[in-house]
DNA sequence: CTCCTGCATA
DNA sequence: TATGCAGGAG
């Protein structure tokens, strides 16, 4: 890291009346999620692997559903594939139901069963690409990092970049490092999303830019 | 960069 | 019925 000199595009008083208003937000319309009351690493991979394709309301019965099946990352990996894929139903993609799979499995041959905490080991796992391992690291362990995802993305432009089309992903990250709350990046982007999901709903569209 | 998926929505 | 989505992979 450390190549490109990263100048402020937001000052500090803007970026920290953004985190008040956002936190704010969160305080009174913040939503509550089971794989928001766990810190259990594990739990919280499944669970990106579902959100990435699946909206949380479609989510959440599933994801209750799939630790009934499968309590622990043991019980993943002895599973016929068949069973996977049964309680994978409904949620769609089915190669990501076997690449969780091979991630439990390699997470047990590989990282003597626990979820590795840093980003590149994250990153050679199957199914696992820049923003799920970030999120993973932020929402499991704490670990703070630039979180770029649809409703994340949503917010940063809504705010910082109003009526724009097209902003990429190198345009917010600074706004990203910016306006990031280090002490509690777990709370600071779960509000975040929430935030950007609320102006989804309010004002369809505001634009997006998928990564590069 | 383009392609892919399986569902939601237009 | 066609297109958009949203992230990962190639």
Excluded at 6 to 13: F, G, I, N, R, T
Excluded at 139 to 168: C, D, W
Excluded at 177 to 183: F, K, R, S, V
Aim: overall charge negative; hydrophobic content about 40%; glycine content about 6%.
């Amino acid at each position: 890291m450390a190549e490109t000199p990263a100048l402020d595009s937001v000052d500090p008083v803007t970026a920290r009346e953004f985190r008040a208003a956002v936190l704010e937000h969160y305080r009174l319309e913040g939503r509550s999620f089971p794989w928001r009351d766990t810190h259990d690493p594990w739990r919280i991979l499944v669970s990106e692997f579902m959100l990435q394709q699946t909206q949380t309301i479609r989510v959440l019965p599933k994801y209750l559903a799939w630790f009934e099946r499968f309590p622990d990352m043991e019980c993943l990996v002895d599973a016929p594939l068949a069973d996977v894929y049964e309680a994978w139903r409904g949620l769609g993609y089915n190669n990501r139901a076997l690449r969780l799979r091979q991630t439990a499995r390699e997470i047990v041959s590989d990282h003597g069963g626990s979820v590795p905490v840093d980003e590149r080991s994250l990153m050679a796992l199957p199914g696992i690409g820049r923003y799920t391992a970030r999120a993973i690291l932020a929402f499991a362990f704490g670990k703070p990092g630039i979180v770029l995802e649809t409703n994340i993305r949503t917010a940063f432009i809504f705010h910082f970049f109003p009526g724009a089309v097209g902003v990429s992903d190198r345009e917010l990250e600074p706004v990203a490092a910016a306006t990031m709350d280090e002490a509690d990046p777990r709370t600071w982007y779960y509000a975040l999303m929430d935030y950007g999901a609320w102006l989804k709903k309010r004002e369809p569209n505001p634009g997006r830019q998928s990564a590069g």
